[in-house]
């Protein structure tokens, strides 16, 4: 199970945290990874980590400007975004599976967390 949580509301080039607590690891995951959608659009690939704190690979949307991170003591991975514009709206979800850029590889999704970039 996964469960997001920190999405809110922020102002143009400001900071937010997301967190991703995961409850145990299926033998079919390696990697955890954060996708975002927006209504009317296919869900959009926003980076991932190795299970466990591994590599991490990052959309081009993302890179210089969102980081992936993880705490092992607590099974739990971060996106720490700044610099956020209005762009970045979408309901941000955190995704388990084989790995890779796109969403069918992800067999488990979180609920998701609503990001809403605004002045």
């Known amino acids: 199970q996964l469960v997001e949580s920190g999405g809110g509301l922020v102002q143009p080039g400001g900071s937010l945290n997301l967190a991703c607590a995961a409850s145990?690891?299926?033998?079919?995951?390696?990697?955890a990874g954060w996708f975002r959608q927006t209504a009317g659009k296919e869900r959009e690939y926003v980076g991932a980590i190795g299970w466990g704190g591994g590599a991490t690979h990052y959309a081009d949307s993302a890179k210089g400007r969102f980081t992936i991170s993880w705490d092992k003591a607590k099974n739990t991975m971060f996106l720490r975004m700044s610099r956020l514009q209005a762009e970045d709206t979408a309901v941000y979800y955190c995704?388990?599976?084989?790995?890779?850029?796109?969403?069918?590889?992800?067999?488990?999704w979180g609920q998701g967390t609503q990001v809403t970039v605004t002045s």
């Open positions: 995704a388990a599976g084989r790995g890779g850029d796109v969403d069918y590889v992800y067999q488990y």
């Open positions: 145990g690891r299926a033998s079919d995951v390696y990697t």
